[in-house]
């Protein structure tokens, strides 16, 4: 049943710095926190006859499926559960990630609950509030934060285009290996039955092996639209065709061997392009993050203790460090500035890195007329973190 993400993880393990043996124990570990009745009831789907990949829950398709991506957020997953197996709420939160549209909210709410206690935060799942459950509560220097996260559909099944394209990340960064910069077009005419994910990044192989070869514009065409390589140009990235175009680059460590800010201080070189395109188009992503931010603000009436809210806004932008700042601060600055319960509103992208690591970027908005805000030193600790340290490894990062 999950023969391909073993063999994927033993012949990835060397490369993920992680043993084979424990990448099995984090997989079975998972299976067996998610029950045998959901496994067996989730495979008996996927045997249904002409059943779409993107019908399957998207962490059974994890399970199953022999991508890095799909091998390192299975150990990313166990690694979150273990920290939380004490957490009264632990059995609350494993019926969120059962669920095919709770799953990727109850990630990002693991993923934050995860990293703030590793900075020092102490964090509860899902305390009460007058109006149901928080997400998770975080007491800091003394003080305890209500924390309320929520993301956007992320699934490329959902037609968003920016996860497709950070699922392509990782296989532009170990190819894109030219003295010149390179762009690698995905465009998708329709979403074919089966394996999907596995036909795409078949058809990129197939397309970068002909233009090692030849070094000149390839196309490959397959069942669900085509795949082009090329050397880079201006008009490949400046079109208004692409959503999104995504830029691979290499940077130097800082003086201290880290990558934390790297890219502020450093010279970078730019590896390639990976440009998708998709046949529906989202909306304003600026109001729909507004939108969300006054949502869960709403959840979070009449509590008393000072609230933080958390948005992944991966499924409107792959990266929030590249949005338009100003149409930020004139929007959502404003709804914060107007509500001194709300100490920090955090916008966040999550991404894989060259090392093969999910990680998330994060554009905090702290409310100067907040109450309570939140300790300065706090919010840096859980940035430098993020860009120091390899949490599935306990080591310090490698530079890349």
């Not at 792959?318 to 404003?334: K, P």
């Not at 107007?338 to 998330?360: E, H, N, V």
């Amino acid at each position: 049943m999950f023969s391909l993400w073993h063999e994927a993880a033993t012949a990835m393990s060397s490369e993920l710095r992680m043993p084979s043996e424990r990448l099995y124990a984090d997989h079975a570990m998972l299976r067996c926190a998610l029950g045998s009745p959901w496994v067996e009831r989730e495979a008996r789907e996927a045997a249904k006859p002409q059943v779409r990949f993107s019908d399957l829950h998207p962490l059974y398709r994890n399970l199953g499926s022999a991508t890095t991506g799909d091998v390192v957020v299975v150990a990313e997953l166990a690694m979150y559960l273990r920290a939380f197996k004490d957490d009264p709420q632990i059995a609350s939160v494993l019926a969120n990630l059962r669920s095919g549209t709770k799953y990727r909210p109850t990630l990002f709410e693991l993923a934050m609950a995860y990293r703030w206690q590793r900075a020092g935060a102490r964090v509860t799942l899902e305390p009460k509030i007058p109006h149901g459950l928080a997400d998770f509560a975080a007491e800091i220097d003394g003080i305890t934060f209500i924390v309320e996260c929520a993301s956007f559909p992320t699934d490329v099944f959902d037609t968003d285009p920016n996860v497709l394209g950070q699922f392509l990340s990782p296989f532009g960064s170990k190819h894109f290996d030219f003295p010149f910069s390179v762009t690698l077009e995905l465009r998708v005419a329709e979403q074919t039955l089966g394996d999907f994910f596995g036909d795409v990044l078949r058809a990129c192989k197939d397309a970068m092996q002909r233009f090692h070869q030849e070094l000149n514009e390839v196309s490959v065409r397959a069942a669900f639209g085509t795949v082009t390589m090329r050397r880079t140009s201006i008009r490949d990235v400046k079109t208004g065709e692409w959503d999104p175009a995504m830029r691979l680059v290499s940077h130097e460590p800082n003086e201290s061997g880290s990558l934390f800010r790297a890219h502020e201080t450093r010279e970078i070189r730019e590896k390639g392009w990976i440009c998708v395109s998709m046949p529906s188009r989202r909306g304003d992503g600026y109001e729909k993050t507004r939108e969300k931010f006054l949502e869960e603000y709403r959840q979070l009436r009449d509590v008393s203790a000072p609230r933080l809210i958390l948005l992944d806004i991966t499924g409107l932008t792959y990266d929030v460090l590249r949005a338009d700042m100003g149409r930020i601060n004139a929007g959502l600055g404003q709804d914060l500035l107007q509500r001194p319960k709300a100490s920090a509103l955090w916008l966040t992208t999550r991404g894989i890195t060259d090392d093969a690591r999910f990680q998330y970027r994060a554009f905090v908005m702290d409310n100067p007329n907040a109450t309570t805000p939140v300790p300065a030193s706090f919010t840096n600790r859980v940035a430098e973190m993020e860009y120091r340290l390899d949490y599935l490894t306990e080591t310090e990062r490698a530079a890349s």
